[in-house]
């Protein structure tokens, strides 16, 4: 029996708390036991991707270099939702990975194609 897919959804902006951190956490603890991942990055998560952020004033290591190791752990796609990029002004040639961009009937697919899921 096929393992269902973990769908994890990134919804919140990298930096001022955890729950970035915590799903990519989540997502190479999963990848390790070769759980197939859906990694969905919505609403203020898109910032997660923006190549180029400059953390010096906040303490912090960039994000994004930790999410460009992702294919190395065998999650080879991410979804991201269109809106999300253009609601915040985001065009996808900004992001730091290669993304499948989604609307709002397909991140409904993706997230009722089953298994558990995991929003933070």
Do not use: W
């Amino acid at each position: 029996m096929a393992k269902r897919p973990l769908t994890l959804i990134a919804r919140r902006a990298p930096y001022g708390g955890d729950g970035a951190r915590q799903t990519l956490d989540i997502a190479f603890a999963a990848a390790v036991f070769e759980r197939d991942v859906r990694y969905l990055f919505i609403g203020d998560g898109v910032y997660q991707l923006l190549r180029g952020q400059d953390t010096a004033g906040i303490a912090a290591k960039p994000h994004v270099a930790a999410l460009e190791t992702l294919e190395l752990y065998g999650i080879e796609t991410v979804y991201v939702l269109k809106s999300a990029l253009n609601e915040r002004g985001i065009e996808p040639s900004e992001l730091a990975l290669a993304a499948t961009l989604v609307d709002e009937a397909q991140l409904q697919t993706l997230i009722e194609g089953g298994g558990p899921i995991i929003n933070l």
